[in-house]
């Protein structure tokens, strides 16, 4: 699918290359926008925060990388992508992670982090979880890591290595063993498709209907 191939100990560089991007625009959101633009900080997050996407993009394109999202997209495509939304949001958010959570309490603290920095700025939240993370991670995890390992290694070790590292990115037990199940499926649907933009719909819309929960479960009742 991809065109080009690159190793084990290069699709592990990579990521840790991203978290670096990661690392650096949470730096910027705590240590310099809250201080400068108190009122505007999530808002001058956004902006670091493509900046960083496209810089990566670039990156990745240097790398040999060079997606199209239009290549392998179709209607039924887009049905998989839609169905991949509503599977994962009822395999984890409805069951799972309930489980997990009760397995690894404590990463319930985490779980209200998240409820807290959602419900603070939800719209810039909403523009973050559903449509930059999808965007770039897909791009990372299926199109440059899952489709440059399966033609040196066998596509299952392709899908398990690249789905171990998306649910690494997550710092987070609950949220990693979540992750990995969705790595899976997302590394299935691109292998299904060939499309990094069935994938990024998939993904967009898992993370719409968990936000959308989220909103939900913290209303005021009337």
């Not at 440059?148 to 037990?173: D, K, V, W």
């Not at 499926?185 to 499309?195: A, D, F, I, M, W």
Request: aromatic share 16%.
């Amino acid at each position: 699918m991809s065109g080009f191939s690159i190793s084990l100990s290069s699709s592990f560089l990579w990521t840790s290359v991203y978290l670096s991007f990661l690392f650096f625009y949470t730096f910027m959101e705590i240590a310099v926008w809250r201080r400068l633009l108190p009122k505007y900080s999530s808002t001058a997050s956004l902006f670091t925060i493509a900046f960083c996407i496209g810089f990566f993009l670039k990156l990745l394109k240097n790398a040999g990388y060079h997606p199209n999202l239009v290549s392998g997209f179709s209607l039924s495509g887009l049905f998989f992508a839609v169905c991949c939304s509503v599977f994962l949001f009822l395999l984890l958010d409805r069951g799972l992670d309930r489980v997990f959570e009760r397995l690894f309490p404590k990463s319930e603290q985490n779980y209200q982090e998240a409820v807290r920095r959602l419900t603070d700025a939800p719209v810039t939240s909403m523009i973050r979880l559903c449509l930059f993370a999808p965007f770039i991670e897909e791009h990372l995890m299926r199109g440059f890591l899952l489709g440059g390992l399966e033609p040196r290694y066998s596509t299952a070790c392709a899908l398990l290595i690249s789905s171990f590292l998306f649910a690494f990115l997550h710092f987070n037990m609950v949220q990693g063993l979540s992750a990995f199940l969705c790595g899976i499926v997302l590394g299935l649907l691109y292998l299904k498709t060939g499309s990094i933009l069935c994938c990024i719909i998939a993904h967009s819309g898992y993370n719409l209907l968990s936000c959308a929960m989220l909103m939900h479960s913290v209303s005021p009742s009337k």
